[in-house]
């Protein structure tokens, strides 16, 4: 049981675009900034997001992120069959004094 | 370039000891948090433990406390993780990253961890 909830899988076509939400609480995404990452397959997991909104270099700007109150979001736009891999949120646990990460979720481009 | 690369890992018996080490290049190691971070076959990202710079501060998650030790070399550029009382459920890809606020910037590409009888 992940601290952070994400959905399993969401699925669209490419060239849509896809949201993956993440749930957490007032002790870690209500109080710290937020990351993402994707993990291709067979792959270390890769920053895509930081500081809940910000891209590394190197990230295409089809990636976003925000975030309001206990729950942040994952954007994808213009959907590439490499973007189909597993993504997952992260951030600080002030009451745990631990990183949490989401369950993951799985995307699949039809 | 940021480079992060794991060794150490294995098959080791239930109640067995193993040592990772993380050796990392391309950025001034001694100014960043370090982590652990593993990933049992099939599922999903669990954080393990965090040491501040100096060495001094050190978190792990609940399941490995008393039994794991972080720590790091920074005359070496290193990072380290002893693992004792190794239990089947310890199973995992281990990685190490590089940390920073509540974001872990840079990954290695791990090491396999087996426990197993």
């Known amino acids: 049981q992940s601290v952070l909830t994400q959905p399993p899988s969401v699925s669209a076509a490419p060239g849509q675009k896809v949201t993956i939400s993440c749930s957490g609480s007032s002790s870690n995404i209500g109080s710290n900034l937020v990351s993402w990452y994707q993990q291709l397959p067979g792959t270390a997991p890769k920053l895509l997001i930081y500081g809940n909104n910000k891209r590394p270099s190197g990230i295409p700007d089809r990636f976003s992120g925000s975030k309001s109150g206990t729950s942040a979001t994952l954007g994808i736009t213009g959907l590439q069959t490499g973007d189909e891999a597993d993504y997952y949120c992260g951030t600080w646990d002030n009451s745990l004094s631990a990183g949490v990460f989401g369950g993951g979720t799985k995307l699949t481009v039809l | 370039e940021v480079q992060l690369v794991e060794s150490g890992g294995g098959l080791v018996q239930p109640g067995g000891s193993l040592r990772l080490s993380c050796a990392a290049s391309?950025?001034?190691?001694?100014?960043?948090?370090m982590s652990w971070v593993r990933q049992p076959p099939g599922k999903g990202l669990q954080w393990v433990a965090s040491i501040d710079e100096a060495g001094s501060k050190e978190y792990y998650v609940d399941s490995v406390k008393g039994r794991f030790t972080i720590s790091r070399d920074n005359a070496k550029n290193s990072l380290y993780l002893q693992m004792d009382s190794l239990r089947a459920d310890d199973t995992a890809v281990y990685y190490c990253?590089?940390?920073?606020?509540?974001?872990?910037?840079?990954w290695g590409q791990g090491t396999l961890v087996t426990v197993s009888s």
């Open positions: 391309g950025f001034t190691f001694s100014t960043y948090w």
């Open positions: 990253a590089v940390r920073s606020g509540s974001s872990w910037y840079h």
